[in-house]
């Protein structure tokens, strides 16, 4: 009895979460090792200009919607997240079973931002304020802020979900497609020449450009809630 | 194929369901032509535009998300229910 015939089911995607955050590893201890051999003052290349560009990028982003001082304390976990995100988005290419197209991965992310949020609700005004806070400005008011605070948890996890997942089934319903298609060829006709032929141009399309847009789009969203509870300044 | 009346109707609810992504896309499409209008019009905004248009986005489609949820629990999981 293995861990594929027993009573606990492990979903498919664990293994490629392992993977992942493996490949993230040695892909941080390369750069480590690479920043200790560089030269302060000469010009960056290479993996190290990557790591910089990368950084500068992540800092402008969270100081734009956050505040310089509060940028400080979120822009490694924005960081993180967009990494682990883009190369889960982006592992369908190679062959691994995408695991942010598991509605729990998505729904773990996207309540991590709720949590955030709310937290953060709660120690700009206090607790008392956020309770009344439902009930204004008059009391039936209580169902539309009730779904107004449900409703960051539910589309967040659902739009990653959704986008990922359907781009994996339309890729799937092309390679059939063409498939049958090119078994009407006499000779030729067991292997799929169609598909190759228009697959790498939607490929580019839904796995490669969807994934990138939905990472920046989840980061944005993330910082922009936050930053809308903090206090102004 | 012979697949029950019943089943044949979850499948029709289903895919009128998905129909509330019409509106969405007319919506956000319009969204995306007044932004690049305004970044015409103000090219130094550009990094407040992008981030009004996204957020603007995100919410508007809430809408097609909603029918695409609605889709998934009918297929999914309304008939171990009403089995």
């Known amino acids: 009895m293995n861990i594929f015939t027993s009573p606990i089911k492990i979903q498919v995607e664990v293994f490629a979460i392992l993977l992942i955050v493996s490949f993230i590893f040695f892909l941080l201890v390369m750069i480590n090792r690479a920043l200790k051999k560089t030269d302060v003052y000469a010009k960056p290349k290479g993996l190290v200009l990557i790591a910089l560009i990368y950084y500068k990028f992540m800092l402008q982003l969270t100081t734009d919607n956050m505040g310089k001082k509060a940028a400080k304390i979120y822009a490694p976990y924005i960081a993180t997240v967009a990494l682990f995100m883009v190369i889960s988005n982006l592992s369908g290419l190679i062959g691994l079973a995408q695991p942010t197209a598991n509605l729990s991965v998505t729904l773990s992310l996207a309540l991590i931002t709720w949590i955030l949020i709310q937290s953060t609700k709660f120690r700009t005004q ?74 790498p141009i939607l490929h580019f399309y839904f796995d490669v450009f969807s994934g990138f847009i939905q990472t920046y789009i989840f980061i944005m969203l993330t910082t922009i809630f936050v930053g809308n509870e903090l206090p102004q300044e | 194929m012979d697949i029950s009346v019943g089943a044949g109707l979850i499948a029709v609810g289903a895919g009128i369901a998905v129909l509330t992504g019409l509106m969405t896309g007319i919506g956000q499409g319009n969204a995306a032509g007044k932004a690049v209008e305004a970044v015409g019009r103000n090219p130094e905004a550009e990094n407040k535009i992008r981030a009004m248009l996204i957020l603007g986005d995100a919410i508007a489609e809430t809408c097609a998300i909603y029918g695409m949820l609605i889709a998934f629990l009918l297929i999914f999981v309304f008939p171990g229910i009403v089995k």
């Open chain 1, 126 to 199: 206090g607790y008392k304020a956020y309770f009344h806070g439902f009930i204004e400005p008059i009391p039936p008011f209580i169902i539309p802020n009730f779904f107004g605070t449900i409703a960051p948890l539910i589309s967040m996890s659902m739009r990653l979900f959704g986008n990922i997942t359907s781009g994996g089934t339309i890729m799937t319903l092309i390679y059939v497609f063409t498939q049958w298609l090119s078994s009407w060829v006499p000779v030729i006709g067991g292997f799929n020449f169609i598909g190759v032929v228009f697959a």
